[in-house]
């Protein structure tokens, strides 16, 4: 994902998410909305494989979106919902590494936003066709 589509996706997932979830999540993480929206953003760059966004190194396993966001249909919103479910903890650690957040309140952002990044492939792969 290039810098500029990069940008563009995490506006989109903040977008979804709106300025409530965004309120909740800045009450959740102990900041304002600023604080916040970064580590939304920061969140959906590491779900969308961004792993620079988060990790000095380059991460050495395959993105867990990497090619996923291209496939459609009805199956593929299950397989999209397992990947993410099994990088969760992973990105969650290394959002909290790079935020000094607790790990447990980063995961439960990651929890809240796994939903609208879903969202977002999905309504990105249907215009798409």
């Known amino acids: 994902m290039s ?9 989109a997932v903040l977008d979804e998410l709106g300025g409530d979830k965004v ?19 920061t969140t ?13 190194e ?11 966001a291209t496939l459609g249909g009805f199956a593929t919103g299950g397989l999209m919902a397992g990947v993410l479910a099994k990088a969760s903890r992973p990105v ?5 590494k790079k935020t000094g957040l ?15 990044v879903l969202t977002v492939l999905t309504k990105r792969a249907a215009r798409k066709k």
């Open 3 to 11: 810098e500029d589509s990069a940008t563009t996706f995490q506006g």
């Open 58 to 68: 380059p991460a050495p396993q395959e993105a867990p979106l990497q090619g996923v």
């Open 102 to 116: 607790p790990p447990a309140t980063v995961a439960r952002v990651v929890e809240m936003v796994i939903p609208v």
């Open 23 to 41: 309120r909740e999540i800045a009450g959740l993480l102990g900041t304002d909305e600023a604080g916040a929206r970064d580590v939304v953003g």
């Open 44 to 56: 959906a760059s590491a779900l969308s494989g961004e792993a620079a966004a988060v990790e000095p």
């Open 92 to 96: 969650a650690n290394a959002v909290a």
